[in-house]
């Protein structure tokens, strides 16, 4: 079988995409490299991999040049951050006015911080080994 | 603002959890490394991201130790590949019975493969840069 390298892009939906676009850039530091304002937008996070927000009422419609995708509820993404910047990252969110959710230490001694985007999709901050190799 | 290193986790949702697991270890290839059947599933891509598919109708249940989640309709991922490996994973999945939904050259180069998972998601398969450095 053919081999993949990695995941190159990873979605999140929402409705109100000039919001959690503000949330993305402007709270958690990501460089926005395409806007495609009212449908998406791309950021850069790491060397490697694209976060693309995007409205579902815009992309679930058909006849543009990529296949219809789009979904409602909240969804989910972790981040990987160094064990030594989660106590950073709680300042600052709370800073922010974001509300830690929830907070885990996991038997392999990694941690993770649980918060919400402001369209409900819940974002994690994972610190540390968890994931088998 | 802190560092944030990597997309770690990224996610997709389907009611037939056992039929997109299979999907995802059988006919992509991806390595299982974890298995909460009937909520979800782990597969690792590449060195550093991993892949998790849920039922969300299981992770939207709240009372667990992480926030619930969970999202409806067709979700989106694209996962990167060698440009010389394209024709090859074309083969493969149209051997296995899965149309190619579109495929699309882009202006800077990069070839694009698009087919569904049986959930319905669009999976892409991107050879070559797309995305601003």
Redesign the interface.
């Known amino acids: 079988?053919?081999?993949?390298?990695?995941?190159?892009?990873?979605?999140l939906?929402g409705e109100n995409l000039a919001a959690i676009g503000s949330f993305y850039s402007e709270v958690?530091?990501?460089r926005r490299?395409?806007d495609s304002y009212p449908r998406g937008m791309?950021f850069?996070?790491?060397?490697?991999?694209?976060?693309?927000l995007?409205d579902?009422r815009e992309?679930?419609r058909d006849g543009g040049?990529?296949?219809?995708?789009?979904?409602?509820?909240?969804?989910?993404?972790?981040?990987?951050?160094?064990p030594g910047?989660l106590d950073?990252?709680r300042t600052?969110l709370t800073s922010r006015g974001i509300a830690i959710?929830?907070e885990?230490t996991w038997p392999t001694g990694a941690r993770?911080l649980?918060f919400?985007d402001p369209a409900g999709?819940?974002v994690?901050?994972?610190a540390g080994d968890f994931?088998?190799?």
């Open positions: 079988m053919p081999p993949i390298n990695a995941i190159l892009e990873t979605v939906y958690l530091g990501l490299v395409s791309a850069r996070v790491g060397a490697e991999s694209i976060l693309l995007f579902p992309t679930r040049q990529v296949p219809t995708h789009g979904s409602t509820g909240h969804g989910h993404l972790a981040m990987s951050v160094e910047q950073a990252w600052h959710e929830r885990v993770s649980y919400r999709n819940s994690e901050f994972m994931w088998p190799r």
